[in-house]
């Protein structure tokens, strides 16, 4: 497999001394495996895709956050109306007396957790921060530009780390809308079954109004959504593990290990034993 693409510092910064931009992504398109000069935030407002970080599968949707370094290999497939945002940052720029490394994953050599969500509340107030930065990094290369854009910068790492939460923690949405609940409680389910009749007696809530409000946000249905997921998981076990398919297939909430191997396939285009060889010689 030959080196990804590098992304340059100077194809993406209006000067040699910036330190923060946004790359808006309306809408983001199928992007070669790739790695940065620099290290950026990814926000995803709606639409779905796949997103393959180091090897791994991430289904994304509204409300999926990521941290991305430098070093990291990344790239998008699959994707279907995907609208996101990259917040890009060079580390070595920025100049406030900010702990950083406290409110940014991966910013130094500390354990690293890149995948996070928000939920709606979260969205709303790091869209405000996002615009003004955005508008601000456009202006004249001039130093008060830049640490106005830094100072933004810093609210929205604030922001950010105050209202993600990991995709298994439930409780994290108690106050946040429906979609959020829903979709939080579907990456938790992935090793047993869901019922999403079962949630909206919970929430009290009409099934028929929050399937078309999540088709509506993601392009695509619950259960369309629930098992892309699952396959997501079980590419990650086939590659990393050395589980036997069957116990892969429980693992990820299929019951029956021949009806697995049928949805992966048809999914995936090859099936988990062929996936698990070509991605482990590819590694």
């Known amino acids: 497999m030959g080196n990804p693409l590098i992304l340059r510092k100077a194809d993406f910064f209006a000067s040699a001394t910036q330190p923060v931009a946004v790359a808006d992504r309306y809408p983001q398109?199928?992007?070669?495996?790739?790695?940065?000069?620099?290290?950026?935030?990814?926000?995803?407002?709606?639409?779905?895709?796949?997103?393959?970080?180091?090897?791994?599968?991430?289904?994304?949707?509204?409300?999926?956050?990521?941290?991305?370094?430098a070093e990291d290999k990344h790239a998008y497939a699959s994707v279907n109306d995907l609208v996101l945002q990259n917040v890009i940052y060079c580390p070595e720029r920025l100049t406030l007396n900010v702990d950083w490394g406290q409110h940014i994953p991966g910013f130094q050599a500390t354990s690293w957790t890149p995948h996070w969500r928000l939920g709606t509340t979260?969205?709303?107030?790091?869209?405000?921060?996002?615009?003004?930065?955005?508008?601000?990094?456009?202006q004249a290369a001039a130093a008060a530009s830049h640490q106005m854009?830094?100072?933004?910068?810093?609210?929205l790492v604030l922001t950010l780390s105050r209202h993600r939460y990991g995709t298994d923690n439930l409780q994290a949405?108690?106050?946040e809308t429906l979609l959020d609940k829903l979709i939080t409680a579907l990456a938790?389910?992935?090793?047993?079954?869901?019922?999403?009749?079962?949630?909206?007696?919970?929430?009290?809530?009409?099934?028929?109004?929050?399937?078309?409000?999540?088709?509506a946000q993601t392009g695509m249905t619950i259960n369309h959504y629930l098992r892309q997921l699952r396959v997501c998981h079980a590419q990650y076990l086939l590659q990393h593990t050395e589980l036997m398919i069957g116990e892969v297939a429980m693992r990820c909430g299929f019951e029956d290990s021949n009806y697995f191997s049928v949805v992966f396939t048809r999914e995936v285009?090859?099936?988990?034993?062929?996936w698990r060889h070509r991605s482990r010689v590819a590694a």
Not at 122 to 138: C, D, R, T, Y
Not at 149 to 155: G, I, K, P, R
Not at 189 to 213: G, I, K
Request: some cysteine; aromatic content about 10%.
């Open 122 to 138: 979260g969205m709303a107030q790091a869209k405000q921060v996002i615009a003004l930065l955005e508008q601000e990094s456009k």
């Open 173 to 175: 949405t108690a106050s």
């Open 269 to 274: 285009g090859m099936t988990p034993s062929q």
């Open 188 to 215: 938790g389910s992935l090793n047993r079954p869901f019922m999403v009749d079962a949630f909206c007696e919970r929430e009290q809530c009409s099934e028929r109004t929050l399937r078309q409000q999540f088709r």
């Open 149 to 155: 854009a830094e100072l933004l910068f810093a609210q």
């Open 29 to 69: 398109h199928v992007f070669a495996e790739h790695t940065h000069e620099f290290c950026e935030l990814v926000l995803v407002w709606r639409g779905n895709g796949l997103h393959i970080l180091n090897g791994r599968p991430y289904r994304i949707t509204r409300g999926d956050l990521f941290y991305i370094r």
